[in-house]
């Protein structure tokens, strides 16, 4: 899928969980869409990944990637670097990121 049309909104390391755990069976690669739970209750937010150093993220392997969250405006005011996040397929649970560096000013969490 194309890459969204404005910067992106935060960088994050992204460990995606092994086939054995229940995670993907291939490759991620590149322009990957899934869901994200940040934490709002009953609500995942779809984001853009682009990964920094790798065209792709096998299972068990940890990654940085950028994200353009879909829906940012759900998000504002609430991250910062440290932040923990789960990444789901549908229901099914297939990683776990750290933020790393929020790169919207307006998603970023007051001090």
């Known amino acids: ?46 984001a853009h990944h682009e990964y920094v150093s790798a065209e792709s993220v096998g299972p068990g392997q940890t ?10 405006e759900y998000q504002a005011g609430r991250l910062f670097p440290g932040f923990s996040f789960t990444v789901y397929e549908g229901t099914r649970l297939v990683a776990r990121g750290v933020i790393v560096n929020v790169l919207n000013p307006a998603l970023r969490a007051s001090a």
Request: aromatic share 8%; proline share 11%.
């Open 1 to 46: 899928m194309a890459r969204p049309p404005h910067p992106p909104d935060i960088e994050a390391d992204i460990t995606f969980l092994g086939t054995e755990e229940g995670g993907k069976a291939n490759a991620t690669r590149s322009g990957y869409r899934p869901s994200h739970d940040f934490g709002l209750n009953g609500m995942l937010n779809d």
């Open 63 to 72: 990654a940085r990637a950028q994200l353009w969250l879909l829906t940012p």
